[in-house]
């Protein structure tokens, strides 16, 4: 099992820049990685994820403005968020799921897997 914790959430005005980190404690190995993201009223959804094989995907509201990516050595999964916009207002969660993590790669929330507590991220217009 692995622990997570995330940080790096912060206000920001529209077109700006975060750097969200996800701390892990415990064994790191070859999990999938991915971030998520709840707004009020709404579902958690799938933002990005890394496969356990080094491959990325990323959902069409974010694609070509955030970028993930992992250090395994530090055991920290990123998430660098450039252009922001007020519609990613969320808590952002990071997740862990073992191979071959079907429903992550969708970037659908996994039956199994860690869960942070989440780190509310704030755009303002």
């Known amino acids: 099992q692995v622990q997570l914790v995330e940080s790096g959430g912060g206000s920001v005005q529209a077109g700006g820049s975060l750097r969200l980190s996800c701390a892990a404690s415990?064994?790191?190995?070859?999990?999938?990685m991915a971030w998520f993201r709840q707004a009020p009223g709404n579902e958690r959804e799938g933002v990005a994820v890394?496969?356990?094989?080094?491959?990325?995907k990323y959902a069409d509201s974010v694609r070509g403005r955030f970028t993930i990516s992992q250090d395994i050595v530090k055991k920290t999964l990123y998430l660098q968020m450039n252009s922001l916009k007020p519609q990613d207002t969320a808590i952002y969660y990071c997740?862990?799921?073992?191979?071959?993590?079907?429903?992550?790669?969708?970037?659908?929330?996994?039956?199994?897997?860690?869960w942070g507590q989440g780190t509310q991220v704030t755009v303002s217009s």
């Open positions: 415990g064994y790191y190995g070859r999990y999938c």
């Open positions: 890394i496969h356990s094989n080094g491959g990325t």
């Open positions: 997740a862990a799921d073992a191979p071959p993590c079907y429903d992550m790669w969708r970037l659908s929330r996994p039956q199994t897997g860690s």
